[in-house]
């Protein structure tokens, strides 16, 4: 007989258990779905937040007064890449970086930069040299965002925020 009670409380337990868990599925899982969607669209709106600091074209929104540039002063003439019609062709021109003074990229490497000013001369002719002339005259902006590419990657830094072209004549 008691081998029955235990087994009808056990019956008893599973099937209360049962009910039990069904109740809570029913209740906890849509507070779930409603506290998930809740989450999403916090996200979305700190997304927002982050990219109302940039532009259009992707690049980060800095006011004037917190970009420094820097001139270089020496001309590049710089042998463009063969591009198939025989004839050797240069680009002519000077370079000013803006720099991003609220980096930590800036006040390490920036506020010196005229120290590595032939190592960045180098890497400006590596980059402009693999553009041939018809990629660099039609498509300035990608020889731009190149070079800023590289510097980016030679200070391991992205405290330089552009890099433009002074006086540039292609021939």
Excluded: W
């Amino acid at each position: 007989m008691k081998k029955n009670i235990f087994s009808i409380l056990i019956l008893a337990f599973v099937i209360v258990n049962l009910v039990l868990t069904t109740i809570m599925m029913f209740s906890i899982v849509p507070m779930a779905k409603k506290t998930n969607a809740l989450i999403t669209q916090i996200c979305s709106v700190l997304d927002l937040e982050l990219e109302a600091n940039k532009s259009a074209d992707g690049e980060e929104n800095i006011s004037i007064d917190q970009i420094a540039t820097y001139d270089i002063a020496d001309k590049f003439t710089v042998n463009l890449k063969k591009d198939g019609d025989g004839k050797d062709h240069f680009a002519v021109f000077s370079v000013t970086l803006s720099m991003d003074t609220k980096n930590e990229g800036y006040k390490t490497y920036g506020e010196k930069i005229s120290e590595k000013e032939s190592l960045i001369k180098s890497e400006i002719n590596d980059v402009v040299s693999s553009f041939t002339l018809e990629e660099a005259q039609s498509d300035r902006e990608a020889l731009q965002e190149a070079l800023k590419q590289r510097m980016i990657k030679m200070f391991d830094s992205d405290f330089i925020i552009k890099v433009a072209f002074r006086d540039i004549v292609f021939q």
